[in-house]
C-alpha cells in the first residue's frame, strides 16, 4: 500500500468520527511518528510503498482512534510549553490553557529568575508545570507532589528527558497537614471538573483521561483549593504566591477561598475569554 492510498483509506475510516481537519492533524501526527514523513514529504512522495510493520502500527493507530482514545496515548508523546512530554493513561494530557498558568508565572518572577527561588506543583501528573518552570527557571528549586505512584513516574522521566532536577514527592495532598519547607511560589492544576459537568466532556477525555486527575463530587466541588490554600497559607513565604488552574464556573467562589485566609487575589481568563486562572499574593507579616 502506499501512502496517498493510506490517507484516503484513513480518511473513509474516520470521516463520520472526526471533521476533516482533525483527521488531516490524526494523519500528519501518526505518519512522523510511525513512517518518518513529514507533512512536505507526504506531500511529496505519494507513491511511497509502506512496509507491512508501518501498514501494521497506522491500522492499530486508526482502530484506537476509532475508539476515541486521544492520538497522544496512541503516540506516547505529547509538546507543552516548547517541550516533549511522555504522557500514557497514567497522566492527563497537558492542556494550552495550562501554559498561560505557566507564562504567567514565568512572567511575574521575570525579575527574579537569577535567584534562588523555591516552588512547589502540587498535583503534578505528567510533571508539565514544574518541568517548565524547572526549565526556564534554572537557578530555582522546583519541588511537585502526587498521590500517583504512576504519575510520578511519568514525571521522572519526563524530567530526565528534558534535563531539568524536580524533587518528586509522592503525597496525598487531602492528607497532608503541612507542607516539607517554606516556599515562594506554589502552583496547582488541581481536580475540579464536577460530575454534572461530564455532559460538556468529549468521549476521548471521559473514556481515557484519568478520573481521579478530573472530578470532583458536585456537593465539595472545591476541596482541592481549600486544602491547598490552608497549606499555602502556612508555607509561602512572605509575599510568596499561590496559582490555581481553576473550573471556569467557579472563579469567584474560589477567588473567595483565598481572600478569607488574607490572600490579595486576582483572577485571569485564559485564551476562551473564561475565568481559567486564580493568584493570590500572602500579605507581607
Known sequence: MTVSELKKQFFDTLRN???????????????????????????????KVLTP???QQFTDAQERLQQHEPVQYITGRTHFFGLEFGVNKNVLIPRPETEELVEWILNDLQEQKNKELEILD??????????SLAKNLPHTKVSAMDISSEALKV????????????????QDILKTER??????????NPPYVRELE?????????????????????ADPLLFYEKITALAAGALKPS?????EINQYLGKETEAL???????????????GVNRMLKGIKHEN
Open 155 to 170: 514525571a521522572r522521566e519526563n524530567a530526565l528527558k528534558n534535563e531539568v532536577q524536580v524533587d518528586f514527592l509522592e
Open 53 to 55: 510493520g508501518q501498514l
Open 240 to 244: 510568596g504566591a499561590l496559582y490555581f
Open 122 to 131: 502540587l498535583g503534578t501528573g505528567s510533571g508539565c508545570i514544574a518541568i
Open 258 to 272: 483565598l481572600r478569607k485566609k488574607d490572600f490579595l487575589s486576582s483572577l485571569k481568563k485564559d485564551i476562551f
Open 179 to 188: 507542607l516539607p519547607k517554606r516556599y515562594d511560589v506554589i502552583v496547582s
Open 198 to 218: 461530564k455532559k460538556e466532556m468529549q468521549k476521548n477525555v471521559l473514556d481515557f483521561e484519568p478520573a481521579s486527575a478530573l472530578y470532583v463530587k458536585d
Open 17 to 47: 468520527i472526526y471533521p476533516k481537519e482533525e483527521a488531516g492533524s490524526f494523519f500528519t501526527i501518526l505518519a512522523e511518528e510511525f513512517l518518518d514523513m513529514s507533512r512536505l514529504e507526504i506531500a511529496l512522495y505519494p507513491e
